[in-house]
């Protein structure tokens, strides 16, 4: 069974950096496509990237496109999502989820996606 743990969340001031963690286990992450999903209190959940299992493109949407880049380290089944330039409305819960051999044309919606981590907290104040 594919078990998710996101790690690495925090508070950070305007302008600073975070990198998320996704450790991924019960699948070889190679066979698997990663979504970031982000959801704010109040707000629906909203995708940030998707990465697909064949290791092609990633996706972002355009609030972070420049900002947050996404990477695998497949010997160590974990995926990261770097956060720079971070900005106050970036604060939110952070999800990472897999989907067994997704491949990626877009950020995709949540729905897409059946095993989800727990989440971590991202907070960006001063």
């Known amino acids: 069974q594919l078990h998710i743990v996101e790690s690495g969340g925090g508070l950070v001031q305007p302008g600073g950096s975070l990198r998320l963690s996704c450790a991924v286990s019960g699948v070889t992450l190679d066979y698997v496509g990663i979504g970031w999903f982000r959801q704010a209190p109040g707000k629906e959940r909203e995708g940030v990237s998707c990465s697909s299992s064949d290791g092609g493109n990633t996706y972002y949407t355009n609030s972070v496109q420049g900002r947050f880049t996404f990477s695998r380290d497949n010997s160590n089944n974990t995926a990261f999502l770097q956060m720079r330039h971070l900005k106050p409305e970036d604060t939110a819960i952070y999800y990472c989820?897999?989907?067994?051999?997704?491949?990626?044309?877009?950020?995709?919606?949540?729905?897409?996606?059946?095993?989800w981590g727990r989440g971590t907290q991202v907070t960006v104040s001063s």
């Open positions: 989820a897999a989907e067994d051999s997704l491949i990626c044309f877009r950020v995709y919606e949540a729905a897409e996606f059946t095993s």
